[in-house]
Structure formats: structure tokens, C-alpha cells
């Protein structure tokens, strides 16, 4: 049974920086879409970032701008964001996310934000002004 828990949220000042974690269980990295997305209050889910085959291709999210950075460890079963000069728009419930795909799949849905079949519970993530 896939089983998705984040941790490393919390509070940092604007410019700050924040990493995230996701440890996975019965999830293989080579097949399966992961990613990290976010819902702030009264704004809709969007995608964060995506990474597929361990981490050899990945997508962001326009906002991003080079900010943040995805990665995997298959060894670990985790996934990790890190996330560098924040700002207060960045403020929300982070979540991760995984569903089994092929590559196809990924080229076609890494922008999607209702697509996959497993979600964490959530990481909150709070940038003050």
C-alpha cells in the first residue's frame, strides 16, 4: 500500500529558505510520477514540481523561477524539495504526490495538478512578509 508522509514545513522570513521532505513507502522510482504541489486558502492546487525515473527528468511550476529544486532518493524512498528566496505568495499547504505512470504518461501530465493516486497529508509552509 503507497503511504506518502511530509515533513519539514514551518515559518521562515521572506528571502529565506525551506527544504521539504516526503518519505514513500511501496513506491518505485523508476515507474512512478512524483511531485510536490501546493493549495493556499481560497486559491486553487497547483503544481509545484514534478520528477520522474528517480529524478532524471523534472518539471516546475512557472512561479518557481528558479528557486526551488526537486529530487529523489530511491535508496531512501524520499523526496525532497528545496525551496530558496521565498516570498509570501509561496504561503501554503504543501503537499506530496505520486502515481504510477510510463514516460509517456509524464511527457503528457507533469503540469497537472488532479492527476495522481497518492497524496500525503500535507506540510504547511508559512513566509512572513
Known amino acids: 500500500q503507497v503511504n506518502l508522509v511530509e515533513s519539514g514545513g514551518g515559518s521562515v522570513q521572506a528571502g529565506g529558505s525551506l527544504s521539504v521532505s516526503c518519505e514513500m513507502s511501496?513506491?518505485?522510482?523508476?515507474?512512478?510520477?512524483m511531485g510536490w504541489l501546493r493549495q493556499a486558502p481560497g486559491k486553487e492546487r497547483e503544481v509545484v514540481a514534478t520528477l520522474y525515473a528517480g529524478g532524471r527528468f523534472s518539471y516546475y511550476g512557472d512561479f518557481v523561477k528558479g528557486r526551488f529544486s526537486i529530487s529523489g532518493d530511491s535508496a531512501k524512498n524520499s523526496l525532497y524539495l528545496k525551496m530558496n528566496n521565498l516570498t509570501s505568495e509561496d504561503t501554503a499547504m504543501y503537499y506530496c504526490?505520486?502515481?504510477?505512470?510510463?514516460?509517456?504518461?509524464?511527457?503528457?501530465?507533469?503540469?497537472?495538478?488532479?492527476?495522481?493516486?497518492?497524496w500525503g497529508q500535507g506540510t504547511q509552509v508559512t513566509v512572513a512578509s
Open positions: 511501496a513506491v518505485t522510482f523508476r515507474t512512478y510520477c
Open positions: 504526490a505520486a502515481k504510477s505512470c510510463s514516460w509517456t504518461d509524464y511527457q503528457g501530465k507533469r503540469g497537472l495538478s488532479d492527476w495522481y493516486d497518492h
